[in-house]
């Protein structure tokens, strides 16, 4: 999205009689949420993001899977919440000050994510890529060298370890390793880890360096009391503080990062810039977005993603695909999103955002019986439940998992921190144990397949025709869509059969649940 698009939306408030106030704002933000989730429920227009989702993995996979050697893909995507949405709102006004309609890239661009493939690049396998690419060849160059390193510290680690592939690690009971020995490996391994590492990751510099000034000192102990040729005992090894496998496994993890990230732009890049792609691409309207730039973003506390944007139909979409080495560190290292609080109720300036982690008070099995209660708090499980996806290559074709409403619900707190799941976990319980509990009616997943020709076919159904027409309603109408789309015959036209969302599934009437004037809970 270009600047001057921006700038167009933006409101000149000095010539106003007033400024704008919050509650204007809040409503703002209210109808812009609403706007897109209106747009995201029509059954036709989540048919198609999944058949996006399909063609793009089941192409990426049949370009790749040979000299990579993939033994499969596994994607992620999702239609964000309300609450997420209104909230991306708020934030967007914060950002690019008073605008008549905030739509920004920041936005439009997360609406869905993850709609490429997640590939463990070349990790702990040996070079199979040739290339003229002066920097590719200088890169694998550079692998072989770190390869011919991680053999000869292998080596040095089978002396003293028996089994390193559980926790914890089982250790050699007897062992001619020396201290001198030991402590030196040890700082080799920490100091080429640390050479791998992007200085803005300071959060993970920071321990590799105390582990580093812990090594020399203890070396300088030793060889200070003439103790260098003795054993190293075996407190060493086991002490997570000294440990040379906790080390050498790290820079495993580690070594292989920059070709892999290059590797992985090129791919996406050559994805587009291949002519065999060119047709299908075309008719999906997908391409690399002209406005955006690919970027790697790295934050302190290690977590990293490859960012790629692409323009489809209605948005463009922020799509981040990660390296093994950089999903692990996001999964289990420091940058795990379990690291991360959950603030109950947030604020950015004055503005209240809603809540979309925490879960909702279940109602007592005297207030459930009441049909108000009982849908109103349906109604907040579907604001603050993103609609999830999951996607995998199987015998080359696309299985395309659909959660439900609960599961949703649930995996809002895969990953926050412990004592929330404990007590969103009490939560669901009850909430499971329940018979007349509203959430039982609807599906728990659905499961569909798709192969490049079911996308061909795709293309010449009537589904895909009416896509192109909500499309042109969403472009000439987006401060309204939702009004327009109501009124206009597309809302009666039921052409969807046997999709992945079945009709009715997840309508919600966001008219009566939402007052324009609500500023969000405190």
């Known amino acids: 999205m270009s600047n001057d698009f921006r700038e167009s939306m933006k409101v000149d408030i000095s010539s106003q009689d007033s400024e704008v106030s919050n509650v204007d704002i809040q409503a703002l933000a209210e109808k812009n949420a609403l706007n897109y989730t209106i747009l995201f429920n029509i059954p036709e227009v989540r048919e198609y993001f999944v058949y996006v989702a399909s063609a793009l993995t089941l192409v990426h996979y049949s370009q790749y899977r040979k000299s990579n050697e993939m033994p499969g893909l596994k994607v992620k995507f999702r239609f964000k919440s309300f609450n997420s949405l209104y909230n991306k709102s708020i934030e967007n006004y914060i950002k ?49 060298e770190d390869d011919e390193f991680s053999k000869s510290m292998r080596s040095f680690k089978d002396r003293f370890v028996e089994d390193d592939s559980f926790e914890p690690i089982v250790y050699q009971s007897n062992t001619d390793v020396t201290q001198e020995e030991y402590y030196s490996n040890c700082l080799k391994v920490l100091n080429r880890t640390k050479s791998l590492i992007n200085p803005v990751e300071t959060e993970i510099i920071a321990p590799i ?54 590797l992985l732009t090129r791919e996406i890049k050559l994805l587009f810039q291949n002519p065999r792609n060119s047709d299908i691409f075309s008719k999906l309207g997908i391409k690399l977005s002209e406005d955006k730039k690919q970027k790697i973003k790295a934050k302190p506390n290690g977590y990293e993603s490859i960012f790629n944007y692409l323009d489809f139909l209605f948005l463009t979409v922020e799509n981040q695909t990660q390296t093994n080495g950089q999903y692990l560190q996001g999964k289990t290292g420091t940058a795990a999103h379990g690291q991360y609080k959950i603030t109950q109720a947030k604020k950015i300036g004055d503005f209240p955002l809603k809540e979309t982690h925490y879960p909702i008070p279940i109602p007592s099995p005297e207030q459930m019986a009441i049909p108000e209660i009982s849908e109103n708090f349906l109604q907040e499980v579907k604001n603050m439940s993103p609609r999830k996806y999951k996607l995998e290559i199987e015998r080359g074709r696309a299985v395309v998992i659909e959660n439900g409403l609960l599961d949703n619900y649930r995996l809002n707190f895969q990953e926050t921190t412990d004592s929330m799941t404990e007590l969103f976990n009490q939560y669901l319980s009850i909430l499971e144990s329940r ?11 659905n499961i569909q397949y798709y192969t490049l020709a079911s996308v061909e076919n795709y293309l010449a159904s009537p589904n895909f025709e009416k896509v192109k027409k909500i499309h042109e309603l969403w472009t000439s109408h987006p401060k309204d869509f939702a009004e327009k789309y109501f009124s206009s015959q597309l809302s009666f036209d039921k052409t969807v059969e046997g999709t992945i969302n079945l009709p009715g599934q997840m309508q919600i009437d966001f008219f009566q649940s939402h007052d324009d004037n609500d500023g969000g809970r405190e």
């Open 435 to 445: 018979t007349d509990s509203p959430l039982n009616k609807y599906p728990t997943k």
């Open 96 to 144: 690019y000050g008073s605008v008549d309609f905030p739509i920004s890239d920041a936005f439009a661009m997360t609406m869905i994510t993850d709609v490429l493939p997640v590939v463990p690049t070349i990790t702990d396998t040996p070079v199979r890529y040739t290339s003229e690419d002066s920097r590719l060849k200088k890169l694998i160059d550079k692998k072989i």
């Open 209 to 262: 360096e105390e582990s580093i000034l812990l090594i020399e000192n203890k070396l300088d102990v030793v060889r200070s009391l003439g103790t260098e040729k003795l054993i190293i005992p075996n407190s060493e090894l086991m002490d997570e503080s000294t440990s040379f496998a906790n080390f050498f496994r790290n820079y495993e993890r580690r070594k292989d990062r920059e070709l892999a990230i290059t």
